[in-house]
């Protein structure tokens, strides 16, 4: 009788494992929301839910990926110059549905850079002052359009490019700024 009490707490710690291993809030943000986006179009495409067609899905997906989700299909091994190659262990688990919280939860057990990445803060480029902010942060928001700044060499140039584009790239943050 002792030993089967003792199972059966044997079976409750493996089959509830600790709070330590569960992710925090904010824990695996670009992993969570990147794959969950990934599942997302996945169902809409009526993609076979296999390992080969999931991990093609997710290689043809990562090309198009940039900033901090090409950093995290580098990662994954999901990128053409990738050193690793744990691609495997998401696209095996979506293809049993698994929720993306718990892929994420075993990518941090492999690589726990892939939980450390964490999304840029957005700019609201209604009401900030483009003439405080640093030159850096001026040429990322340039970058995040797709555009650059050939012959910029000032603060003031980037500004104006800034201002010029900003009618195509944030329609609504060109309209409520007054300083135009």
Not at 128 to 133: P, T
Not at 151 to 159: M, N, P, V, Y
Request: charged share 30%; net charge positive; aromatic share 8%.
């Amino acid at each position: 009788m002792l030993s089967l009490s003792g199972l059966s707490v044997a079976l409750a710690l493996a089959l509830f494992p600790g709070s330590g291993e569960a992710l925090k809030e904010g824990d695996c943000e670009v992993c969570i929301t990147f794959l969950g986006k990934f599942y997302q179009s996945l169902e809409e495409n009526n993609v076979n839910f296999n390992s080969a067609d999931i991990e093609t899905a997710i290689v043809k997906t990562c090309k198009d990926a940039k900033g901090k989700e090409n950093r995290f299909c580098y990662y994954i091994g999901a990128t053409s110059d990738a050193a690793t190659k744990i691609i495997n262990e998401v696209s095996k688990p979506l293809s049993y549905h698994a929720p993306v919280e718990k892929i994420c939860e075993k990518l941090k057990k492999k690589d726990s850079q892939i939980c450390e990445l964490k999304y840029d803060k957005q700019l609201d480029l209604t009401t900030v002052d483009l003439k405080k902010l640093k030159v850096k942060d001026l040429k990322k928001i340039l970058e995040e359009w797709g555009e650059s700044c050939k012959g910029c060499a000032e603060k003031s140039d980037f500004i104006r490019k800034i201002t010029e584009l900003m009618p195509k790239y944030a329609p609504a943050a060109a309209k409520a700024r007054t300083d135009l």
